[in-house]
């Protein structure tokens, strides 16, 4: 069975810094792009960050750009998402995605696997 599972969520106070992780089984994401999406209470799934397959290439939201960074580990598979000066409009359930055949992923419908999300609440 294929999974991702993110890991690494919680509650922060603004400005505190979180690490997710993103733990592939079931088959190999080294040739897949990856991303990172988020979802708040009432809101659609947005995107937040993507990683080309080589890990080379690098793409943000707007918003989120100078204080995420994106990361991959390709010997091992995971997926990092290291997020400095978090805002409270940062809480949202964060979810990891894959795309096979693409150099990113960054639409919520282009994405071939989901992981079940991780919770991060920034406290104002």
């Known amino acids: 069975q294929v999974q991702l599972v993110e890991s690494g969520g919680g509650l922060v106070q603004a400005g505190g810094s979180l690490r997710l992780s993103c733990a592939a089984s079931?088959?190999?994401?080294?040739?897949?792009?990856m991303g990172w999406f988020r979802q708040a209470p009432g809101k659609e799934r947005e995107f937040v960050a993507t990683i080309s397959w080589s890990g080379y290439s690098t793409y943000y939201a707007d918003s989120v750009k100078g204080r995420f960074t994106i990361s991959r580990d390709k010997a091992k598979n995971p997926v990092y998402l290291q997020m400095n000066s978090l805002k409270p409009e940062d809480t949202a359930v964060y979810y990891c995605?894959?795309?096979?055949?693409?150099?990113?992923?960054?639409?919520?419908?282009?994405?071939?696997?989901w992981g079940q999300g991780t919770q991060v609440t920034v406290s104002s």
């Open positions: 995605a894959a795309r096979g055949g693409a150099a990113y992923v960054t639409v919520v419908d282009q994405c071939d696997y």
């Open positions: 079931g088959r190999t994401f080294s040739n897949y792009a």
